[in-house]
């Protein structure tokens, strides 16, 4: 999967937005349009609304880009000063320079390439995508052939799939969207000034459980840190990012996205980590709703019923040792009356 990563990443990413935007496709193919014309007109609105968004962040990237000297320059001098502080108050003396180049030519070549690589892959996916909304008949039919059940469990089967990987993708936009509008709003208060590409860039990555919350608060906070001469203004983006993990986690994905995806915590801490060694950002994504597949898939054969249980969050009900006892007196009791 590491190595085939160019053909097999697009690949994925094609096979869940095809399960997507199947709704729509089929919608529009219900008003007598032909298959073809529906998927390209379902990619053309897709397409269209992900270039508005950019377009729309695109001035706000720019200018962050161009404050990149003054948060240096920042970043600098505060780590200065507080190495001067340590030093007045440990007693040791030392003048630690700090070198950076971030555009050296390896760096820039190995950006150049990742972004050539990325370019490739975005212009790929859409083509997957028209291709297994086109087909997706044939590959039913293959799947019925392919099995030697009845026809019936295996379109249960694919309708299944279709929902998890359907109710995960509509339930995390839905999210990422509130998530996006609470941290506009609380950074828009706080004064930040990229107020909101962070508060995008804070939702996008809280589609990487764990790991993504924590990066991107880490990060804004150095930001506020950088660009505030006040220490208010990042504890205070501390305690509210904290806020609003609370009301996400604890109140609007339990009931937006609820338990569709009925993984529990220990499968998904362990896709997160091998999606992310085998494919980076895009396995962290992806490998959740394919453990849930997984699971389906574990569920529906006998012979592999078990790991469908392990990757399930259906904690077994064990008894306290109080009824248990009580039971074995009660059979005692029993056995000794008769």
């Given amino acids: 999967m590491k190595e085939g ?20 496709s089929n919608w529009l193919e219900e008003k007598r349009l032909p298959r ?14 992900a270039v508005a968004l950019l377009y729309f962040l695109t001035d706000q990237v720019v200018g962050l880009i161009k404050d990149i000297p003054e948060i ?25 320079p700090l070198e950076f180049s971030f555009l050296n030519q390896k760096n820039l070549e190995s950006a150049l390439f990742g972004a050539g690589r990325s370019l490739i892959l975005v212009g790929i996916i859409p083509l997957f995508i028209f291709l297994m909304l086109y087909y997706r008949d044939f590959f039913v039919e293959f799947l019925k052939k392919r099995s030697t059940t009845e026809s019936p469990s295996i379109l249960n089967f694919i309708k299944d799939s279709g929902k998890v990987i359907q109710n995960y993708l ?3 936009l ?5 998530v996006s509008l609470m941290a506009g709003v609380v950074l828009y208060f706080l004064g930040v000034k990229y107020f909101i590409l962070f508060a995008v860039f804070v939702a996008v990555m809280n589609l990487i459980p764990f790991v993504g919350v924590f990066l991107s608060s880490l990060l804004l906070i150095i930001y506020v840190l950088l660009t505030t001469d006040s220490l208010f203004y990042p504890l205070a983006t501390m305690l ?3 806020m609003i993990q609370l009301i ?22 362990l896709a997160i980590l091998l999606g992310g060694y085998i494919w980076g950002i895009s396995g962290m994504i992806l490998f959740i709703p394919m453990v849930g597949l ?14 469908g249980y392990l990757l399930g969050d259906d904690y077994p009900v064990i008894e306290k040792k109080e009824n248990y006892l009580r039971k074995i007196l009660r059979k005692v009791s029993s056995k000794s009356e008769s």
């Avoid at 240096?72 to 630690?96: P, Q």
């Avoid at 839905?174 to 509130?178: A, F, L, N, Q, R």
């Avoid at 389906?296 to 012979?303: G, K, N, Q």
């Fill in 36 to 49: 073809a014309v529906a998927i390209v007109l379902t990619l053309i609105f897709i397409t269209v609304t």
């Fill in 240 to 242: 509210l990012l904290w």
């Fill in 294 to 307: 997984l699971k389906i898939i574990f569920e529906r054969v006998p012979s592999l019923e078990a790991y």
């Fill in 248 to 269: 996400e986690n604890n109140l609007i994905t339990p009931v937006v996205v609820g338990a569709r995806v009925k993984v529990n915590a220990f499968a998904v801490i």
């Fill in 174 to 178: 839905i999210v990422t969207i509130i």
């Fill in 5 to 24: 990563s160019v053909i097999l990443l697009p690949l994925v990413w094609g096979a869940f937005f095809a399960f997507a935007l199947y709704p729509i």
């Fill in 72 to 96: 240096r320059a920042s970043f600098e001098t505060k780590i200065n000063t507080y190495l001067k502080e340590i030093e007045g108050a440990i007693g040791l003396g030392s003048d630690i």
């Fill in 170 to 172: 509509f339930g995390m």
